[in-house]
């Protein structure tokens, strides 16, 4: 994270004082950075960090990734005093202010009854429209099989909606299911992006990737954040033609990133971006899904030992990184998928994009 360049001892001191100025009028949490370090904290801010804690690094507080991230503005999670963050940085004239709060508590309607209520249900939409296929198939009534490609793609995108739910509500409490295995997670993702690129051929998704890496993780989860962070690429990047995903060893851990050419987001928008529900009750948004994709990225970072970071530049696009942890161990064997059960799980994953046309005999069996 880069800082503007200092003048005199004496400028310093009046410039640290005048964003002291401001930032003691907000209730966030909010921190001036100068030359990597902390040179001012507010009240908000020191409650967490501690009063002693002018001085001290970025990389020291808010982590390596925070600390190398090279966009003007951006948004990250990052674990501070063994508690989660969501941290935003915005670049000034005067240095970096990083604002940080703790992530939104869990609405009361995600709770287990209302989410076992959605499964039974949806349980018994997709049984009851196997059986109408099949007589429909029998029958050679086009018509019925094109009305129930549309059921099928609501019906999966309902999943979707119900899986990522879960997952939020999981990340509240104890139930978080995390059943980790060694994971070639090369050969992993280019096994996922082929399965994409059957179902849609455009835009372009790419995998860059050295030698081969593995690591200890769960692969219901890797797939999800994947598949979220694709989706939120084909959903909200107007204009975008490509998407990249690279894969890095950072030694202690894996960079997962994923990025895009569409327009990118307005600074302005950025500290919103990990929120639920922000598409949601916009109108020209209705039909972006429910806002949890990345709420859900996140999680799945966080359990892997990892963070989350998402830059973007007004113009030029948007990229999220995703680092993993390698410390983590496991005796289960190596998984391998296979490209059927991938197909099944791009249907689900990117409901919200793909048309009704893929929810067919072809890919459903």
């Known amino acids: 994270m880069k800082t503007p360049s200092v003048g005199t001892a004496e400028q310093e001191r009046k410039l640290v004082e005048l964003s002291a100025d401001i930032l003691a009028l907000t209730n966030e949490a909010a921190v001036l950075i100068r030359r990597g370090r902390i040179a001012y904290a507010n009240p908000s801010a020191q409650a967490f960090l501690g009063q002693d ?10 982590g390596a990734d925070i600390a190398g991230a090279q966009a003007p503005s951006f948004i990250a999670s990052a674990t501070i005093g063994e508690k989660p963050f969501i941290v935003r940085v915005s670049r000034m004239n005067e240095g970096n202010v990083i604002f940080f709060t703790r992530p939104e508590p869990v609405p009361a309607i995600l709770n287990d009854p209302f989410l076992c209520s959605m499964r039974s249900g949806l349980m018994n939409i997709g049984m009851s429209s196997e059986r109408l296929r099949e007589q429909a198939e029998e029958h050679g009534d086009n018509a019925a099989l094109t009305a129930l490609s549309s059921l099928m793609r609501s019906y999966f995108r309902l999943v979707r909606v119900t899986a990522n739910a879960s997952l939020v509500l999981a990340m509240s409490g104890d139930g978080f299911a995390f059943c980790p295995c060694r994971l070639n997670l090369s050969n992993f993702l280019i096994t996922m992006t082929e399965a994409v690129e059957d179902l849609i ?35 909200h990047a107007e204009g975008c033609s490509r998407i990249s995903i690279s894969l890095t060893d950072a030694g202690e851990n ?9 327009k990118g987001i307005e600074p302005e928008q950025l500290p919103t971006v990990f929120d639920r529900y922000r598409h949601s009750f916009e109108p020209s948004r209705m039909g972006a899904g429910p806002g949890l994709g990345l709420m859900v990225v996140r999680g799945i970072a966080e359990k892997h030992g990892g963070t989350l970071l998402l830059e973007s530049r007004p113009g030029q696009g948007t990229t999220v990184r995703v680092s993993l942890g390698k410390h983590l161990s496991t005796d289960a064997e ?32």
């Open 53 to 62: 804690c002018t001085g001290k690094t970025v990389a020291a507080i808010f």
């Open 201 to 235: 051929p455009y835009p372009a998704v790419t995998v860059n990737h050295g030698e081969d890496i593995c690591l200890a993780a769960d692969p219901t989860l890797i797939r999800q954040l994947l598949l979220n962070l694709i989706s939120n690429c084909l959903v």
């Open 254 to 262: 894996v960079i997962l990133s994923v990025s895009d050419d569409g």
């Open 334 to 365: 190596l998984h391998s998928p296979g490209m059927s059960s991938c197909l099944r799980e791009v249907l689900v994953g990117l409901s919200d994009k793909l048309p009704a046309e893929c929810y067919t005999e072809k890919y459903m069996d």
